[in-house]
């Protein structure tokens, strides 16, 4: 969702803002704009579209200058337009805005009765005027930006300058992330880190409530109630290396091959083989407390949603705790039974998905112990959370998550034994097994990527023309159905159901016929007969079948059109391997039908307002 800039230094301000947006771009938007502080007014340019629109328009009309804030837009108040793009201006105040203002309309009738005119649709003109009417009264900026945001009900994360108070830029931050970035004489903004490592790695993240002041000397912190708040900066351990292509075409493409690290650095230092022990001391839940806790709910939207389904089946089978999955926007309106009994375990890449924060704000309001997987350091997420797991899969930049969902798999797995552990549901011996399986998976995640990106190349080119397809799976590979499902579907626009197979004669099999490819993960064990015969169903009706099967089965070729087979191990991890030929089959589609892959249309890669 939209993806927020700001400079305050002394070197041109356009090409660092330009640029900070470009390393956004993943966020999702359909606009940009700047406003540079000149002489007498901010010079803004915006553009609707991508970033080259913007950067045409910034040819003819150059705006020179050493402070300014930038914005790419992702639609909510308002379609994509020029005039609906940010920054946006009132008197001489300019804001871009990440968030929703909730009760904009009351704020817009009243300015409009006090003879103010609106030149966007949007919620955020709103702002620059509330702002510049505690301007004209003599306020400072950040007095100014406090004053109108008292009168604000909704989420954001702003920034704004002011052309009678040069070299300030004022950020604020609430329910939207932001992070502020500290150079030598030139402070950074942003709503993500990336847009900030070409610069520094020292960063302050703002808190909910927080007003920030940047300029050339430093900057400030203080509560929306002005008083002054003290945080040492923090020094992010990514590079700006991990936040390009590194020679791939696309991130994603880099991404999928990154996750045999991604889940190396997720496991790492997190067991022991030799005394057969998991060491997760970010969880602090005693065994005291383990054997308090009579219910897990999982929260979670889309992929991450996905991995919880996953999570569950590991956390039943190895903890023996009943728990439940819900999407993190359904569970939040529907007055769910949580207490003090209730182990609520949040599941999220970014760490700021507006929906799956609020539900488990909502679960710990309940009386919930709150832990999360989170893949971003600092992420409001973790920082609400009583216990949080890092996924260290470094920075996601392609909209689909594929590295982060496979360590987050592998973070549940840990996670699972461990209270397994601790509730001696598990003996050494058992406990060992486990492990063994996990510590070899990276280096099977690697044989699988190789042998399967030649492969999935040659199924896309095959099924290219194909407008519809099933993914059928069970157990464990239910959920990797649906994930290869959403893959496809989100990034080739292709229309694509995932299913429990079993689910299949109970209606989605009429439609199965030769024009309906059918997706079908059948590895090796427990559910391995009932799947075949599913398969059979499908064959009978006709269905070209891909199916994804286990070495050494040499059953399924007899039934199957195309077959991939991947390494033998125990269903609990099997999806460490069966997502990846999806992934992969998914990226070759939407390459070879020429969609963008990192930005498919429509989406964010952070979605930060419900
Ligand atoms: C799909 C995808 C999304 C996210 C979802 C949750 O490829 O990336 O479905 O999984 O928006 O995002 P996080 O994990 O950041 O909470």
Redesign the pocket.
């Known amino acids: 969702m939209c993806g927020v800039v700001g400079y305050v230094g002394d070197r041109q301000a356009v090409p660092i803002l330009v640029d900070g947006l470009r390393r956004l771009e993943y966020r999702g938007y359909d606009s940009a704009g700047v406003a540079i502080e000149g002489p007498t007014s901010a010079r803004v340019v915006r553009a609707r579209g991508k970033l080259a629109a913007l950067e045409e328009r910034l040819q003819t009309s150059p705006a020179p200058g050493t402070v300014g804030i930038g914005h790419t837009r992702w639609a909510t108040h308002g379609k994509p337009s020029d005039e609906n793009a940010h920054p946006h201006t009132a008197g001489g105040v300019s804001v871009v805005h990440n968030g929703i203002i909730e009760n904009h309309l009351a704020l817009r009738e009243r300015l409009e009765a006090q003879g103010r005119t609106f030149e966007s649709e949007t919620d955020t003109e709103i702002l620059a005027h509330l702002v510049d009417i505690e301007v004209q009264a003599g306020r400072d900026l950040a007095t100014a930006v406090r004053a109108a945001l008292t009168q604000v009900e909704g989420a954001y994360a702003l920034a704004c300058i002011a052309k009678d108070q040069p070299g300030v830029v004022v950020a604020a931050k609430l329910a939207s992330p932001m992070v502020v970035g500290l150079g030598e004489g030139e402070q950074f903004l942003a709503s993500d880190i990336p847009a900030l490592l070409a610069h520094t790695r020292e960063v302050i993240f703002m808190e909910d409530g927080e007003l920030a002041v940047l300029t050339r000397q430093g900057v400030t912190l203080q509560t929306l109630a002005g008083e002054l708040v003290e945080r040492p900066p923090k020094t992010v351990p990514w590079t700006v290396q991990e936040a390009e292509k590194g020679g791939y075409e696309h991130f994603m493409l880099k991404e999928i091959h990154e996750q045999p690290r991604a889940v190396t650095d997720t496991l790492a230092g997190r067991f022991s083989l030799e005394r057969a022990a998991v060491f997760l001391d970010e969880v602090t839940i005693t065994p005291d407390q383990a054997r308090a806790i009579r219910r897990i709910y999982v929260l ?5 949603w996905h991995a919880g389904l996953i999570g569950r089946l590991l956390i039943e089978r190895f903890a023996r705790i009943p728990t439940e999955v819900d999407l993190a926007h359904e569970f939040r309106y529907r007055d769910p039974i949580v207490d003090e009994e209730t182990l609520v375990l949040g ?7 507006a929906d ?1 924060l609020a539900s488990l704000k909502e679960a710990k309001r309940r009386g919930a112990r709150v832990v999360s997987i989170v893949n971003v350091m600092d992420a409001s997420i973790a920082r609400m959370s009583d216990d949080v797991v890092y996924t260290h899969a470094g920075i996601e930049i392609g ?3 594929t590295k ?1 969902f496979t360590a987050q798999l592998a973070a549940l797995a840990l996670l699972a034994l461990h209270l397994g552990r601790q509730l001696g549901h598990l003996d050494e011996a058992a406990t060992r097994t486990q492990l063994k399986s996990l510590a070899v998976l990276p280096g099977l995640m690697q044989s699988v990527i190789e042998a399967t990106d030649p492969q999935t190349l040659d199924l896309a080119k095959k099924y290219l023309k194909a407008k519809n397809f099933l993914f059928l799976g069970r157990g464990m590979n239910f959920p990797i159905a649906l994930e290869g499902a ?2 496809l579907k ?1 990034i080739s626009y292709v229309h694509a159901e995932g299913y429990a197979a079993g689910e299949m004669k109970h209606g989605p099999i009429a439609l199965i016929d030769e024009h309906m490819p059918v997706v079908v993960v059948a590895t090796q064990g427990s559910h391995y007969d009932k799947i075949m015969g599913n398969l059979q169903e499908a064959k009978a009706r006709d269905g070209r079948i891909i199916a994804i099967g286990t070495e050494g089965d040499d059953r399924i070729a007899d039934i199957a059109d195309d077959v991939i087979l991947l390494p033998d191990v125990d269903n609990a991890y099997q999806p460490l391997l069966t997502v990846l030929p999806l992934q992969l089959f998914a990226y070759h589609m939407a390459r070879l039908l020429g969609t963008d892959v990192d930005q498919p249309r429509n989406l964010a ?3 930060t307002v419900e």
């Open positions: 979670a939207c889309g992929t991450s599941i999220s890449q970014s760490g700021e998905t799956t909209v689909a998550s982060a959403l893959k989100e890669k952070s979605v």
